[in-house]
């Protein structure tokens, strides 16, 4: 017969277990029965494929690392390669060119490269109020410049948006000296920001808490874009934030991207049988360089690494207010970046704004160059623009409490198209035929909800790619890729998706089978030969 001691020890562990379960239960049941989930989504611009500590970096980022290890992260998921049509893709479901953003959001001529958003698309936003969310944006909108296409007149309740593709990260004067202004709104309104203002990355995230606090009381869920404009160039960072990684640089590019590659396949991000793809051809010799040249290019990647730093730290203010405000145990968070790391050679442009002042300061415009770029797209090649791998793969993470599954790792592969449909799908919001007076383009994503939940999931049938002559075919394993005006590459993603082994003269078939099925699509959403737009 059991001793008193050890029957009460035993009915303890059972009525802990049970109150475990029903407390799980109860959480569970309160996401399922009445409660819609609060949405984050949290965009990146210009952060490459192993910028976060999670996906290969050195870099400290233990906000996104911790959502990641929490939560899911899907190594195969995809942008649109360029600011503009990503962010046209994630709010709309639709591939850029539908959306009306090809390109830019200077008119091309075109209904698929007009520059901003189509009236026969419908954001996230506006499809989410109609069940009562509230609604708000904080950062980088650069979606159109007309009013139809602005923030506070499609879907948003609260917003504070920059228009442009970037700014300084202290005030608002020109980056370009084209004509070009750089405009902030804030609820539609244009506002100036000074030298004194807040650092952008942390003004972005002062707006999103303000917001967060003006709708405590409101029973109803919210819908945050949070939408950095770091770590785009110009490459700019708080003082204190560049002081933790100055120096940390001077080992150089080569032997930093085989860290991050060897780091990637421990932590699962890569296969063990894709190589490491050749460094670009541009970039020099570390050891070559002079010790003031070393030392020059550790700062610039010391500023890249302080914004992301800066970004994290601004995403775990957002975090602990999602706490504070009892709010984190129903409130979903995705994070993705809208294209690759950045080649841009800001120095060698003329219509720049040439500021030549101490390196990361309001007094600096520069940016972090392409032997930067080719490490935080470690393992792949080339750069945003591109729509080889390294200007299209994104980390992206999702973290749900009771309902993603921490430490979750999938190989699904996924495009920011899907985000609208998941969004929806957690809502329960049907996407509509039309919307106003307007008829709307089907989507073209499919929800992510099963792969959350960690269950099979609906697969793409193909993905595609247009910017700028760049294009490019995913089907299955198998992707068809090429550079403006450069022929068709071939490459299977199970074995090579680092791109190393080009196999279009040994599948002409396969080319051709995958060339027919892009012609469609491009013809399908309005594809026009980049060689003839002016």
Not at 158 to 164: A, D, G, L
Not at 259 to 270: D, S, T
Request: with cysteine; net charge neutral.
């Amino acid at each position: 017969m059991l001793q008193p001691p050890v029957r009460f020890n035993i009915v303890r562990r059972i009525f802990q277990y049970c109150f475990f379960a029903l407390a799980v239960s109860t959480n569970l049941h309160a996401q399922q029965k009445n409660e819609k989930p609060n949405i984050v989504v949290i965009l990146a611009d210009d952060m490459g494929f192993s910028d976060l500590g999670s996906f290969g970096s050195e870099i400290n980022t233990p906000n996104l690392d911790k959502l990641a290890k929490e939560g899911l992260k899907i190594t195969q998921f995809y942008n649109s390669g360029r600011c503009c049509p990503s962010r046209a893709a994630l709010l709309t479901g639709l591939y850029p060119h539908q959306a009306g953003v090809g390109d830019m959001v200077q008119d091309k001529g075109s209904p698929a490269y007009q520059g901003f958003l189509s009236e026969h698309s419908v954001t996230i936003a506006q499809l989410l109020k109609t069940v009562g969310y509230n609604t708000i944006v904080s950062g980088k909108w650069h979606v159109g410049l007309v009013p139809s296409a602005l923030a506070h007149n499609r879907g948003f309740d609260k917003s504070f948006t920059m228009q442009n593709n970037g700014s300084s990260y202290f005030n608002s004067e020109p980056i370009y000296n084209d004509g070009r202004k750089v405009t902030f709104l804030l609820n539609g309104k244009p506002i100036e920001r000074q030298d004194t203002s807040r650092y952008l990355t942390q003004a972005i995230t002062d707006f999103a808490i303000k917001s967060l606090d003006e709708i405590k009381s409101d029973p109803n869920p919210f819908f945050l874009y949070l939408t950095y404009n770091a770590p785009h160039w110009p490459i700019q960072a708080l003082p204190e934030d560049i002081a933790k990684y100055k120096g940390k640089y001077l080992k150089g590019w080569e032997k930093l991207r085989t860290e991050r590659y060897r780091k990637e396949k421990q932590l699962g991000i890569i296969k063990n049988d894709w190589q490491l793809s050749e460094k670009y051809d541009q970039v020099p010799d570390w050891e070559k360089l002079t010790s003031p040249e070393q030392d020059f290019w550790d700062m610039r990647m010391a500023i890249y690494a302080a914004m992301i730093d800066r970004m994290d730290h601004e995403i775990g203010n957002i975090l602990t207010k999602l706490k504070e405000l009892k709010k984190d145990k129903n409130t979903i968070i995705l994070f993705v970046s809208d294209n690759g790391g950045s080649g841009d050679t800001v120095k060698d442009w003329n219509y720049v704004t040439q500021k030549n002042g101490a390196q990361g300061t309001v007094n600096s415009i520069d940016s972090y160059y392409p032997p930067w770029g080719n490490v935080s797209n470690t393992p792949f090649k080339l750069f945003k623009k591109s729509t080889h791998e390294g200007g299209i793969a994104t980390p992206f993470i999702a973290w749900y409490p009771g309902l993603i599954k921490a430490g979750t790792v999938s190989d699904h592969v996924g495009h920011v198209i899907d985000v609208m449909p998941t969004c929806l799908d957690l809502a329960g919001v049907p996407y509509p035929n039309d919307f106003g007076s307007k008829s709307l383009t089907p989507l073209e994503g499919k929800s992510l909800l099963n792969v959350f939940k960690n269950q099979s999931a609906p697969e793409h049938q193909a993905l595609f790619w247009e910017h700028e002559g760049s294009r490019a075919i995913r089907k299955g394993d198998w992707k068809l890729v090429a550079e403006i005006n450069q022929p068709w590459e071939l490459y299977n993603l199970k074995s090579d998706r680092s791109e190393t082994n080009n196999v279009a003269a040994q599948q002409p078939g396969k080319v051709k089978e995958l060339e027919k099925e892009f012609l469609q699509w491009a013809e399908k959403v309005g594809v026009v030969d980049w060689n003839t737009i002016k």
